[in-house]
C-alpha cells in the first residue's frame, strides 16, 4: 500500500505543484524518488511531529495541497491537537497519511501498534478517514483524497501486501466497495485486514453460509446505506478491523444500526479490545493471536451465528 | 472605520488599551493583562509594518499576523477594528452569546483573523508553514507571530524555532510578549526562560531586545526585518503586564480579573490621561 501511495502522489506532483510531502524524518528509501525529484515539493521536518502538522496547515492556508506523512501513531496521537486545531478546525488541506496501521508493525512494541487511531480520528469534526484494503484501494485513495479539498487521514498499511482486486475498481470516498454477494451474512472490513475478510467469506462459504462482502475504506463519512441495505437483505452483519473495537468501524457501523428505523439485525464486532497487547510479532502472528485471520474470523462468524440462533429459539 | 496605518502609533496603542479594558470589563472576561502588554506590539505591527487590505482580507501577496497568545484576544480584535477589518462597535459584543468575537482568537466570521489560536505552542508552526510556503512560490508575503513568555514552556514552539532558521526563512518574525508573568506565577519562578534571547540566537535567529512599550523602538525593529538575510527575525520584547494601568501592572491577579465598574473607569481615566 506504501508503495501504491508513494507511486501516485509522484505522478499526482508532477501534475500539480501545489502537492507538498512534509514527512517527519521516515520513509527512507520509500520517499527518496519524490524527495530527490521534487525538492520544492517536499520537506523534512525532522522528529518533530507537531510542527510537522503546523507546517501543513500552515502551507495548506497558503493555498498548497500538504500531506503530512510518518508511521504508526505519530502523525495521528502524538500531534493530535494540532490536527484538531489547525488542520481540521480551519478545514485545511491537509492529508494525513500514516503508514503501518494495526499490527504492520507488531514486532516493533506496543509504542508502534496503531489500533486506536481510527477511533480518534473519526471523532474530528471535518476530517475525511480512509483506511484502504489493498494496493488497488491505496492508489484510488491516494487520488480521491488529493481530489477532496479539505482534511483527510489515509490509513495504510506496508509495502508489499497482495492485491485483492483482482479487477478495475470504482473508488469514491464514502461509498463501500461490494466484493463479493450473498444473503446470509454481510462482512464489513476495513483496512488492510480485507485480504483475511475475503479469506473468512471463502470458509464460510465451505460452511454453506454465503458472505456479502463490503470493503468500507471510508470510515467516516460511512457509507450508512450499505450499512442499512445489508440490514434488510443480509441475516446478520460483522465487521472486521485491525483496530480496537472501541470506535473504529465496528462502532460506526453500531451507531447507524443503532439508530435506524425498524432495524433488527444481529451483529457482532470482529477487531482488538480495548487493551495493550501482550504480544509482539509479525502481522501475521498477531492476527493469528487475536483472531484476525481469516480462519480466526470465519470462526467468530460460525460462533456468533451458532449463538445468535440459540437466542431465536 | 479607521486606518491604523494613519495613526500616531502611541494613540493606536492607547485605543486598543481602551478597547481590551471597555471589552474584558463589560464582558466580564479574563486576560486583560497579556492584552495590554502586547498593545504597543500590534500598534507598531499593524501601524506600520503589515501589508494588507481590510477590503480584500484574501489579498494572496498580503503579509500574516499569527496571535499565537491567543487568550489576548481583545487586543487583536481592537486593533483589526481599527485597521478597518470590522467596525469597531462590534467590539461590544465580545464573549456574549452569538457573538464572533470568543474569549480566545477564532478565525470564523472574523475578517482579518488568519489562525484560530488559544491552545499555546500552536501560532508558530503554523506561522512557519506559510513563510516557507511564500519563499517556494517567491511570494512577497511575510509573516508575523506574537507568542507569550509562557508560551515558550511549549515544545512545539521550539520544534519550529529549529525548523525556521534551518529553512532560511527571513520572511518569518517571531515577536516575544515577555512579561515576566505567566498563568500560575512568574516566569522565573515557573520555568525561567533567561537568557531568553540567548536561547533565540542558538536556535539561528537574528535577535532584537528591546522595550515592548518604547513604540519608536518597536516600529523601527518591526519595519527593519529581516535583520538578518537569510534568518528568520526574534524581537523579544520585555513587557509589562497590564501596562498603562497602574493597578494592573505586573499584578498576576490581572490575568484573570476583569475590569468591571469603578475598576474599569479608573482604568479609562487613567489611559486618557496618558499620551
Keep these: 500500500m506504501r508503495t501504491a501511495f508513494i507511486k501516485e502522489l509522484f505522478e499526482l506532483a508532477k501534475q500539480d505543484e501545489r502537492i507538498v510531502l512534509v514527512v517527519g524524518d521516515l520513509g527512507f528509501g520509500v520517499v527518496t524518488p519524490f524527495m530527490e525529484q521534487l525538492p520544492k515539493q517536499f520537506i523534512n521536518a525532522g522528529v518533530a511531529e507537531q510542527n510537522m502538522t503546523g507546517l501543513a496547515a500552515g502551507m495548506a492556508l497558503s493555498g498548497k495541497i500538504a500531506l503530512t506523512y510518518s508511521i504508526a501513531n505519530f502523525p495521528t496521537l502524538r500531534c493530535l491537537e494540532h490536527v484538531r486545531n489547525d488542520v481540521c478546525y480551519h478545514n485545511a488541506n491537509v492529508k494525513i497519511v500514516s503508514v503501518g496501521g494495526g499490527f504492520t508493525y507488531g514486532a516493533m512494541g506496543a509504542t508502534h501498534h496503531a489500533v486506536e487511531d481510527i477511533a480518534v480520528m473519526r471523532s474530528l469534526p471535518n476530517l475525511v478517514v480512509v483506511a484502504p484494503g489493498d494496493p488497488v484501494e491505496a492508489r484510488a485513495a491516494t487520488r480521491a483524497v488529493i481530489a477532496y479539498q479539505g482534511p483527510c487521514y489515509l490509513r495504510l498499511g506496508k509495502a508489499g501486501e497482495p ?6 475498481i470504482e473508488f469514491e470516498l464514502g461509498k463501500a466497495i461490494r466484493m463479493r454477494e450473498g444473503k446470509d451474512v454481510t462482512l464489513i472490513s476495513t483496512g488492510g485486514i480485507l485480504l483475511n475478510a475475503v479469506r473468512a467469506a471463502d470458509l464460510l462459504a465451505k460452511e454453506g453460509i454465503q458472505t456479502r462482502l463490503l470493503s468500507m475504506h471510508t470510515v467516516k463519512p460511512l ?18 478491523e485491525e483496530h480496537s473495537v472501541l470506535g473504529g468501524l465496528g462502532s460506526a457501523v453500531a451507531e447507524v444500526l443503532a439508530e435506524a428505523d425498524r432495524v433488527k439485525v444481529p451483529f457482532k464486532r470482529v477487531g482488538l479490545p480495548s487493551a495493550f497487547s501482550p504480544h509482539i ?17 470465519a470462526k467468530t462468524v460460525m460462533a456468533s451465528l451458532r449463538t445468535m440462533a440459540g437466542k431465536l429459539n | 472605520m479607521s486606518s491604523a496605518t494613519q495613526l500616531d502609533l502611541a494613540e493606536l496603542a492607547k485605543r486598543i488599551r481602551k478597547h481590551c479594558v471597555r471589552m474584558t470589563g463589560t464582558a466580564n472576561a479574563s486576560h486583560v493583562g497579556g492584552s495590554l502588554s502586547a498593545a504597543d506590539l500590534l500598534a507598531a505591527v499593524y501601524g506600520r509594518a503589515l501589508r494588507y487590505d481590510p477590503q480584500n482580507p484574501q489579498w494572496p501577496d498580503r503579509d500574516r499576523f499569527i496571535m499565537s497568545k491567543g487568550h489576548a484576544c481583545s487586543a487583536l480584535y481592537a486593533v483589526l477594528a481599527e485597521s478597518g477589518y470590522f467596525p469597531v462597535e462590534r467590539l461590544e459584543t465580545f464573549y456574549q452569546n452569538g457573538s464572533p468575537l470568543a474569549g480566545h482568537v477564532m478565525h470564523k466570521n472574523v475578517p482579518g483573523v488568519e489562525l484560530s489560536t488559544g491552545s499555546l505552542g500552536h501560532g508558530l508552526p503554523v506561522a512557519t508553514g506559510m513563510a516557507i510556503a511564500a519563499k517556494r512560490d517567491g511570494r512577497p508575503s511575510r ?54 534571547a540567548d536561547k533565540w ?7 532584537r531586545e528591546l522595550d515592548g512599550h518604547d ?24 513587557t509589562v503586564k497590564g501596562k498603562g494601568v497602574s493597578y494592573m501592572e505586573n499584578k498576576l491577579l490581572w490575568h484573570y480579573r476583569a475590569p468591571m465598574g469603578d475598576d474599569m473607569r479608573k482604568a479609562l481615566e487613567e489611559l486618557d490621561g496618558q499620551r
Aim: charged fraction near 20%; include cysteine; proline fraction near 4%.
Design chain 1, 163 to 168: 492485491v485483492v482486486h483482482q479487477s478495475p
Design chain 2, 143 to 196: 509573516v508575523f507571530c506574537l507568542i507569550s513568555d509562557g508560551e515558550c514552556d511549549e515544545g512545539s514552539v521550539w520544534e519550529a524555532a529549529l525548523f525556521a532558521p534551518h529553512h532560511r526563512l527571513d520572511n518569518l518574525v517571531v515577536l516575544v510578549d515577555y512579561n515576566k508573568i505567566q498563568s500560575l506565577g512568574a516566569v522565573k519562578e515557573v520555568i525561567d526562560l533567561d537568557p531568553l
Design chain 1, 281 to 297: 510479532g509479525t502481522q501475521e502472528y498477531m492476527q493469528e493471536r487475536h483472531g484476525l485471520t481469516g480462519e480466526g474470523i
Design chain 1, 223 to 240: 457509507d450508512a446505506e450499505a450499512v442499512l441495505a445489508a440490514a434488510r437483505e443480509t441475516e446478520a452483519i460483522f465487521t472486521a
Design chain 2, 215 to 238: 513604540v519608536r523602538a518597536v516600529e523601527q525593529a518591526v519595519t527593519q526585518v529581516p535583520f538578518e538575510t537569510g534568518r528568520p527575525s526574534c524581537i523579544v520584547a520585555h
Design chain 2, 201 to 207: 540566537r542558538a536556535f539561528g535567529w537574528a535577535v
